[in-house]
């Protein structure tokens, strides 16, 4: 157990809907990463939050916006959702300290879209 | 932008015996990390070990060792002794640290690993 939480763990939705993906980092934890884990694209980055504030931005679309609550968890959000979009969602944390390379990472959020 | 690149897309290995999985990277950067993450049927994303570039001793974690070859870009993951339960996805990722943009990982296309009885 690598202490990242995520929920949910499966997710069937519709094309054109909008889902919501949280993520709870490991206890201590200040950094949430998201990656989005798909056949065709492989495991891609998509965006970084550091203590409530962005940090950085990878291949994330437009569709898509995340946010760090003062809770430290994270909210994934993908709006009108295209059959694209389906794949293995990610949260990853790290801490503030000396060996904050070393990521842990949730046990994804599978998402189809139909 | 970094590249990391996993040229095997399969492999198998018998039980008990040695197999090593092959990664390049591309980078300017001079400081960074390497990681071997395993991704069993399970999904969950598992860090097997990992290198600092800054470090010339190969790192080695119980069966699990690397071969890193910075001059080469190499980093290669040796596993020995496989077992059954190594069977799994294995992806190699670059990591260059930032403290204002955080550390990001790049990940290689992954290797999948069969081992057999």
């Known amino acids: 157990d690598s202490g990242v939480t995520q929920t949910p763990k499966h997710l069937i939705t519709a094309t054109g809907q909008r889902v919501t993906l949280r993520c709870s980092p490991r206890?201590?934890?200040?950094?949430v990463y998201w990656y989005q884990q798909s056949l065709d694209q492989g495991l891609q980055f998509l965006i970084h939050?550091?203590?409530?504030?962005?940090?950085a931005k990878g291949n994330i679309l437009e569709r898509f916006s995340a946010q760090q609550f003062p809770d430290l968890h994270s909210e994934l959000n993908l709006s009108s959702l295209e059959l694209g979009d389906s794949a293995l969602y990610f949260c990853?944390?790290?801490?503030?300290?000396?060996?904050?390379?070393?990521?842990?990472f949730g046990s994804g959020t599978q998402l189809s879209v139909l | 932008a970094q590249t990391v690149t996993q040229s095997q897309p399969e492999m198998s290995v018998q039980e008990a015996e040695t197999v090593t999985l092959s990664c390049t990277y591309d980078?300017?950067?001079?400081?960074?990390?390497l990681f071997w993450y395993k991704q069993p049927p399970s999904r969950q994303m598992i860090l097997v070990i990992r290198?600092?570039?800054?470090?010339?001793q190969n790192a080695t974690e119980n069966r699990f060792s690397v071969n890193f070859q910075k001059a080469a870009k190499s980093f290669s993951l040796k596993i020995s002794d496989s077992q059954l339960g190594d069977t799994a996805m294995y992806f190699c990722?670059?990591?260059?640290?930032?403290?204002?943009?955080?550390?990001?990982?790049?990940f290689g296309g992954g290797t999948r690993l069969m081992v057999k009885p």
């Open positions: 990722a670059f990591m260059k640290p930032s403290k204002n943009a955080g550390n990001m990982l790049t």
């Open positions: 990853a944390s790290s801490g503030p300290g000396q060996g904050n390379e070393k990521l842990f």
């Open positions: 206890s201590g934890d200040l950094s």
């Open positions: 980078t300017s950067e001079s400081n960074y990390y």
């Open positions: 939050y550091y203590n409530g504030e962005e940090r």
């Open positions: 290198q600092e570039a800054y470090k010339q």
